[in-house]
């Protein structure tokens, strides 16, 4: 005969998440209602699109100084191999359809590293993004990123000349909501080493803006 077991009382739901206070409410309704705008002077965009180039299955993203002329360049690193953009110009300068199986991605190494290609084919280059890492959050003159995320899931990126969160200016004059993750996963964001380069990549694209005159030919414009 089977002994009839005691039922177990119903466990009582706990509201772990304490709730916001009125500033955090307030703060986060700001964040809400500010939209994307175009970053200030000096910052221009790089790419004509909107939102960068596409980059299918994009992985992450990372920074090297051209060998001769000194800019930034932008490495991308994604399931479909590999490339390089002048970060000035947005012109694609390089690309690996097939790199070697252990150097496709970054996680094969201790440092997240992959090898350069074109300009840079005598260095590696460190990649942050899905696997890990991170670029810079700060400039030495005062510029900050950030990345919010008052509506989850989707992320907002940050421009701001006021030291960050929490902001207390009025949006456009000391912070600006330059780019707004609805659609895709956001991957990597920061500055180049340099701080002349912002970059913002997500599994399907990579936006980048700068604030170093065009060149042509290889070397750098006058100022």
């Not at 980059?55 to 100084?65: D, E, K, N, R, T």
Request: glycine share 10%; with cysteine.
């Amino acid at each position: 005969m089977t002994k009839p077991t005691k039922k177990a009382a119903p466990v009582e739901r706990q509201d772990l998440e304490p709730k916001l206070s009125a500033y955090q409410q307030a703060l986060r309704e700001r964040l809400l209602a500010a939209p994307v705008m175009s970053a200030p002077e000096p910052w221009r965009p790089v790419f004509e699109c909107e939102y960068g180039v596409p980059v299918g299955g994009l992985l992450g993203i990372g920074f090297a100084a051209h060998p001769e002329g000194g800019h930034d360049l932008v490495m991308v690193v994604s399931h479909d191999g590999h490339g390089l953009f002048d970060a000035v110009t947005g012109e694609k300068i390089a690309r690996d359809r097939d790199p070697d199986p252990e150097d496709s991605t970054p996680d094969a190494v201790a440092d997240l590293s992959c090898p350069g290609l074109g300009p840079l084919s005598c260095i590696r280059v460190r990649i942050a993004g899905l696997f890990g890492g991170g670029l810079h959050t700060t400039t030495a003159d005062g510029w900050t990123l950030e990345v919010v995320t008052p509506a989850w899931p989707s992320d907002r990126v940050l421009l701001s000349a006021d030291g960050g969160l929490p902001h207390s200016g009025p949006h456009g004059e000391q912070w600006w909501h330059i780019f707004h993750s609805t659609y895709s996963e956001l991957r990597a964001f920061g500055f180049s080493p340099s701080g002349e380069t912002i970059a913002v990549a997500t599994s399907s694209d990579v936006s980048l803006w700068t604030r170093r005159p065009e060149h042509r030919n290889g070397s750098d414009a006058q100022r």
